[in-house]
Structures are given as structure tokens and as C-alpha cells.
């Protein structure tokens, strides 16, 4: 035959390590000539599977560290507490060991810089702080696991997807823990990016199933994946943990990476970056079950977020329709109690002394203070009733 016979352009098959486990993703030649002379063949990422620069979930971290700080110099301990941790800090030393032992703020300062706080978010209409509540911490030790968490887990997965997919995922995700623990928890305030991380754990699973054939070692990544799912969960079961907001940010990360972090088919890869003179019958972007999973997903957040805002701003507490899922988020047992009602306190003044007495356990403590701030004496309550 005239002309010889040509060969079509082969998309070459690199692997490459990732999340304890190998992913393959395909490479194509940057040049022929290299390759065909016998040389070294130099290779470069195609788009769908290119490495991106992190730089979004650094600058979370930073945000977050930046708002704690503008939150301890507006919670100014020596000014409304009777005593602070770690005084030599000034204004941004922390509340008693006895109030947070988290060492930072006083849960008024949380309220007033935009914790989840479920009657204001009804009756004031201040939707808001179902976002602004995912860039607060109780303290630092909440805000140093929450970090390192999201430097580990963040930073891979935007490595991956990019920016705008992963920047999206965690804060609808965030929206979804917040919106879930609202639902629940109506006489507590609720802070933290967990569950913006837990959405980010889940989307690293629904990731792995939808993109199962491009992984080595499928069963000991999701054997991994799981066990840290669980072990994390089940920490959620202590007291003073929200793990309302993690269950509700672990399954809106789950479908939502079912959504974002959809990945073609090497099939389709192969023929794209193929020379078309060479291309045989078409092949499908995404497999059928890949598309099922997308849609389903797609459909269950839809639902399920205006559902839950509906009945959110229509005051229903879902503890009254299922009596055991408050053990959900806390389980009881002989070493600790799950009793989280709100403080309060009654106060008297007379000339230089103030008395409390606290509603809850009617502890009574005499304070020397003369006119003291509205906030001080919700500080000197929370202790007292601790």
C-alpha cells in the first residue's frame, strides 16, 4: 500500500500515588520526534487531570487564624471576667479553664461575632450565621486540630480539582453541617469548621467510588478512608461536640463529590487527545453508572438543603420526631453527662457587691464589683453554674 502504514498516537498510562493508595491518569507525548528517534519522550498532564497550585485552603487557614485573633481582642477577658487565663496575654488572654477549657473566648463574644445561634437565626432572620459560624473556634486548642486537619486533607484534594471545586465543596458542605446541627440543636451555640472538614472526608469517598477504575489498591484506600471516617465520628460522640455538624457536612460532602470531582473515563481521554484520522467509534465521556450517581446526587441535595432550610425557618425541632437522635452527638455513660442546658443565673446588686445565684444548681457567690457590664456578669454566670 502507498504511503505506508501509520500508527496512531498512543496516550501514554503514568501512575501516580495518592491518598495511601495509586491513581493512573493519562499523559500525552509533547513531542514525536523524541520519542520515535529512540531519545527521551517528555510528557505533559492533560487538563482533565492536571496538578493544581494549592493556595484556597491556605488562605482558609488564614482566615481562620485571623478571626480567631479579631475574636479574642473583642472577647477582652480582663475587662469582663473576674479572672483569665494566661493574664500576661492582656486583652487577648483567655476565659477560666472552669468556662472554656478550649482556652479562648466566652460563648457571649462567639454570639456576637456570629455563632450558630438557632433562635436568632429564626426569629431575627439572621441566616447568616449559618455561614459565619464555620470561621469561629471555641479555642485554640479547636482551632489547631481543625487546621491541621484542613492543611492535610484540603490541600491534597485541591491539588486534584482545583480551586473553585474544592472551594465550593467546602462551603456548601459547611452550609450543610451547620444547617443539620440547626435542625437539632436548639438551645446551644454551635462553632467550628467541622463540618466543612467532614464534608471534605466525604467527598474523598464519594470520590473513590465514582472514580473506582482509576485507582490501584482500590479496597486498602477505602478501608483506610472508612476507618478514619468512623474513628472521627465517633469522637463526635463525646460531649460538647457538635457531631450533628459533622454527620450533616459528612453526607453533603458525600454526594456533593459525587457531583464536583467526576472524572472522564481514560477511553474518552485516549480518543480526545488522539489524532482524529486514527479514532474508531465514539466512546462515552462517563460510564452510565458514573451518570447515575451524579444525577441521584444532584437530586438528594437539592432536596435535601431546601427541605431542611424550610423546616429550619419554620421552627421544627426534629428531636421531636426521633426520640433517639440526640445520642447521635452524644452518648452518655457512668464517666459524663450529655446535659447541655443553657445557664442562667439570678443577680443582685447592693453597693460595692454583686450576688449570683444560679438557676440550674442554686449555687450562690458573692462578687466585690460595682456596676458591672452586662457581659461580665454572664462570664461570672457561666462560671458559677459550671
Known sequence: ????????????????????????????????????????????????????????????????????????????????????????????????????????????????????????????????????????????????????SLLVIGIRLEREFGFVRIGVLYIIAGLGGSLFSALFIKSNISVGASGALFGLLGSMLSELIINWTIYANKIAVLVTLVV??????????????????????????????????????????????????????????????????????????????????VMLFRGVDLNDHCSWCHYMSCLPTSRWSCNTEPVSCMSEQTSNQLTLTCSNSNKTRTYSLSNPSTSKIQGLCTQLCR
Open 228 to 309: 478514619i471516617i468512623i474513628i472521627n465520628l465517633a469522637v463526635g460522640l463525646l460531649p460538647h461536640v457538635d457531631n450533628f455538624a459533622h454527620i450533616g457536612g459528612f453526607v453533603s460532602g458525600f454526594l456533593l463529590g459525587f457531583v464536583f470531582l467526576i472524572r472522564p473515563q481514560f477511553g474518552w481521554v485516549s480518543q480526545r487527545y488522539a489524532s482524529r484520522a486514527y479514532s474508531t467509534s465514539a466512546k462515552p465521556k462517563f460510564k452510565m453508572y458514573q451518570m447515575v450517581l451524579w444525577v441521584v446526587s444532584l437530586i438528594l441535595l437539592i432536596i435535601g438543603f431546601t427541605g431542611g432550610l
Open 1 to 148: 500500500m502507498a504511503g505506508g502504514v501509520h500508527s496512531q498516537p498512543e496516550i501514554q498510562i503514568q501512575v501516580h500515588s495518592r491518598k495511601g493508595g495509586n491513581s493512573v491518569y493519562p499523559v500525552e507525548p509533547a513531542t514525536t520526534t523524541t520519542a520515535s528517534s529512540g531519545g527521551p519522550a517528555f510528557y505533559r498532564e492533560i487538563k482533565h487531570f492536571k496538578k493544581w497550585f494549592p493556595w484556597l485552603i491556605p488562605s482558609f487557614v488564614i482566615v481562620n487564624v485571623v478571626t480567631f485573633l479579631v475574636t479574642m481582642y473583642v472577647n477582652n477577658c480582663p475587662h469582663n471576667s473576674v479572672s483569665c487565663y494566661a493574664g500576661f496575654l492582656g486583652r487577648f488572654s483567655f476565659q477560666p479553664f472552669s468556662e472554656n477549657p478550649l482556652l479562648g473566648p466566652s460563648s457571649t463574644t462567639l454570639e456576637k461575632m456570629g455563632a450558630l445561634d438557632v433562635n436568632k437565626v429564626v426569629r431575627e432572620h439572621q441566616g447568616w450565621r449559618l455561614i459565619t459560624c464555620m470561621w469561629l473556634h471555641g479555642g485554640v486548642f479547636h482551632l489547631l486540630a481543625n487546621m491541621l
